[in-house]
């Protein structure tokens, strides 16, 4: 019998991963994975179709040849500065016919009414995700339905993106002979890898150190209260090293993974770098501390940016258990103690755990989002689902006007 296969594609800016996967009584098992450098793509996004739809192609051969199966339909990760999220609430009289309480219906109205707020036409949604009902005065209720009252309030986490960004990240996969069976957003995926129930219980923020964009998601009571993306990230940071140091791109990443840290530790031993110059002019060697000082306060700067938009998102305060960093700016040595000191609470760092089949090599931060998107698919295909929505819902209306639109 054919093994049923899970796929997941995360199109990061710097990397493109593919994980084919299977769900077993022990747990998800990788049973493939294919990772290439993006080609084509700007912080998730299309910017050279052929270029993007080759660099997938590969991606996905080597997932395959690596997990001697084919695969047809993949669950994609998106981010990038086009992605937008609002919360809002709904309200709705529950209605009285036969005496069961809040029906599928009633959330349906409730939803509707929550997703009234307009949405502009070149927009699209991709998720709506409940946070909270409340039956009359009774908040904190997870499932409302068969509960008895008067009216029903719903508050719920809207996340939508460009639909034009969106289609052409359709349109690259589908050259693939591969379907799109959900997109879902890089950090809600990431955090069904590294975070805990109890985090996401008693509030948590979410940050992915990605290359081009960094995602933050805060949780609190189990649900998203807020998720946003700063189109920033370790690209920065290897630009500035090229431009300090004044050395090519290629050298510049390199001296960054190997030697650069968030917070400088002064060392004796292998305290010169040697800096290759640009165009053939000769190589000159550095300091830690001078590297530390190219480095530390773009690192700082980005962490201020990310706690100011926590600030200004109004949530910090739910925020109990602390930081949790993933992504690939959570390799750099430091990072969790200078987030500490930034952020003036906990941090630390979050790699997917009991996965089977994943490298055990101190890299796995650079496979949240992949492994979340496939701990998705296996929820989804286990029938938990995440929208919350029913079926015939509000969800359901606006992807079928968005797909006759496509
Ligand atoms: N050891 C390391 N020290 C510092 N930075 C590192 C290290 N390893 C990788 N990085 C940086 O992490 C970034 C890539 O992270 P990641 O793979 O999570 O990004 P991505 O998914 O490609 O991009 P995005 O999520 O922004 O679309 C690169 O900028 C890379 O330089
Ligand atoms: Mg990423």
Known sequence: MARECIAALDLGTTKTVVLIGEMTDAGLRILGEGTCRSQGLRRGVPVNMDEAARSIAETIQVAEQAAEARIS??????????????????????????G????????????DSATALRIPMDRQVIHVLAQDYIVDDQCGIRD?????GVRLEVLVHIVTGAITSLRNVRNCIMQSGIQVREIVLDSLAASQAVLTSDEKELGVVLLDLGGGT????????????????????????????????????????????????AVY???ERDNMIEVPGVGGRESRMVTREELAFVV????????????ETIRNSGFEHLVRTGIVITGGGALMPGIAKLTEQVFGMSAKIGAPEEVHGLADDGNAPLYATGVGLLRHAADSSSGKKWHHDTEGGWLDRVRSRIVAML
Do not use: W
């Open 214 to 261: 960094t995602n933050i998601a805060l949780f609190q009571d189990g649900s998203i209260r807020h998720s946003s993306v700063i189109p920033a990230g370790g690209i920065n940071l290897t630009n500035d090293i090229a431009i300090g140091l004044r050395t090519p791109h290629e050298d510049a990443e390199r001296i960054k993974r190997h030697y650069a840290s």
């Open 73 to 98: 339909e993949v669950y994609v990760g998106c981010s990038g500065d086009h992605i937008e999220s609002v919360n809002s609430r709904g309200v709705v009289a529950i209605s009285s016919d036969g």
């Open 144 to 148: 409302p339905c068969g509960m008895s």
């Open 265 to 267: 530790v002064r060392s």
């Open 100 to 111: 069961r309480g809040v029906t599928r219906k009633d959330v349906a109205r409730a939803f």
């Open 296 to 307: 530390g306060p773009r690192i700082k700067e980005l962490l201020v940016l990310a706690r």
